[in-house]
Structure formats: structure tokens, C-alpha cells
């Protein structure tokens, strides 16, 4: 019998975060180092917000409120209403979640703290992942 897979089966555990404090510059140049489209925002061990790579571009857009967007911080741009689940979270019901909330991405928690994310990018990957192992067995000699 096959069992319904975890959050933990897709998730990005540990993933890169920056502190709130962190120059939006700063940020963008750890989304890019980590290949990353969002990162958790930290206060001390806390998470406060989630920054996205549409936040960046928001930011960087004509008419945001800033006048100098290296005035900007990781803190003043991130979404603060995060949506989170616990580690042991059956995927169904995190992505059934993510769906009705038109969400991008949910935090992970293991007691309080953070233990992953995970995205519609994780979400694509498992899938793809599925599907190949499903419909495409290691034994086909059609396979190239």
C-alpha cells in the first residue's frame, strides 16, 4: 500500500534566510546565490515575513513609495502574513492549503522553529519526479 507523502518528502529543509535588517541589494544577491525564489526574514531566531523575488521586483517598480530603493530593508519589503505548517503536514493538505490561499509558499515548522519551505517550485519538482517514475520505469528501452 502506498502511503500519502509528508510536507517533508518536498520541502527545502534549512533553507537560506537573511535577517530583517538586510539591504534588499543584500538579499537579492542571496536569492541568486542559493537559487532561491524566497527566503524567510529573520528577527533574532524568529521569523517575521517572507521575502519573494515579486517583492524585489515591486520594490524596484516606478512610483513605490521609497525614493531610493537602497533605502530598503529585507523587513520593510516581506509579506509578514505567512502561512505555515507543521513538519509532519500530509502533502495533500498543504498543497489543497497553498491552493484556496493562492499561496507561493509555506513555512515548516518542527516545534516552533522553522525546519523548511516549501514552494510551487518543491511542488513542480515533485510532481515531475512522479510522473517520470510513474510512467517512464527505469527498464523501458524506449527511454534515451
Same mark, same amino acid.
Given at each position: ?47 517575521? %515575513? ?12 516606478? %512610483? ?37 490561499? %493562492? ?12 525546519? %523548511? ?28
Amino acid at each position: 500500500m502506498r502511503h500519502m507523502p509528508t510536507i517533508t518528502e518536498l520541502m527545502t529543509a534549512f533553507p537560506a534566510h537573511v535577517d530583517e535588517s538586510t539591504s534588499l541589494a543584500e538579499a537579492a544577491n542571496h536569492m541568486a546565490e542559493h537559487h532561491c525564489h524566497h527566503l524567510p526574514v529573520m528577527k533574532d531566531h524568529d521569523v517575521v %515575513g517572507l521575502l519573494s523575488r515579486a517583492d524585489l521586483e515591486l520594490a524596484r517598480s516606478p %512610483g513605490h513609495s521609497m525614493n531610493d530603493i537602497s533605502e530598503l530593508t529585507a523587513g520593510d519589503m516581506c509579506r509578514r502574513d505567512v502561512a505555515s505548517v507543521d513538519l509532519h503536514t500530509r502533502l495533500d493538505v498543504v498543497l489543497d492549503q497553498m491552493h484556496s490561499r %493562492g499561496e507561493e509558499a509555506v513555512l515548516v515548522y518542527k516545534r516552533e522553529r522553522l525546519a %523548511g519551505i516549501f514552494t510551487l517550485q518543491d511542488a513542480a519538482e515533485g510532481f515531475s519526479h512522479w510522473l517520470k517514475k510513474t510512467y517512464l520505469p527505469d527498464d523501458d528501452p524506449s527511454i534515451a
